[in-house]
């Protein structure tokens, strides 16, 4: 499985941006799919999570009511919409898949290379 992130950049407070993931292979149906972020000194962390099918989703606290997931499984994509961006969303934001489980970083088994989103206060 192969994950390649974009949509990443500048922005400033209270913005958005559109988040796309393109994964490679006919199992993309298969998988969960989800957001994991990691700012510079910190570890990576969930974000937020979307079952094979699409009909659950699981967000972080943080980006709850502000970030919405969403998947094509037509297209082979994963979305994450962001709305309302603060400076602490500042991150290298990666597209995850998991075989088992959405709802924490621990469970994601394949990454792709991250986009970086830089909110400006």
């Known amino acids: 499985v192969q994950l390649q992130a974009s949509g990443g950049g500048l922005v400033q407070a209270g913005g958005s941006l559109r988040l796309s993931c393109l994964v490679s292979?006919?199992?993309?149906?298969?998988?969960?799919m989800g957001w994991l972020r990691q700012a510079p000194g910190k570890e990576r962390e969930f974000v937020a999570g979307i079952s094979r099918g699409g009909g659950m989703t699981y967000y972080a606290d943080s980006v709850k009511g502000r970030f919405t997931i969403s998947r094509d499984n037509s297209k082979n994509t994963v979305n994450l919409q962001m709305n309302g961006l603060k400076p602490e969303d500042t991150a290298v934001y990666y597209c995850?898949?998991?075989?088992?489980?959405?709802?924490?970083?621990?469970?994601?088994?394949?990454w792709g290379q991250g986009t970086l989103v830089t909110v400006s206060s």
């Open positions: 995850g898949a998991a075989s088992r489980g959405y709802t924490s970083s621990t469970l994601y088994d394949y």
């Open positions: 292979g006919s199992a993309f149906s298969r998988y969960n």
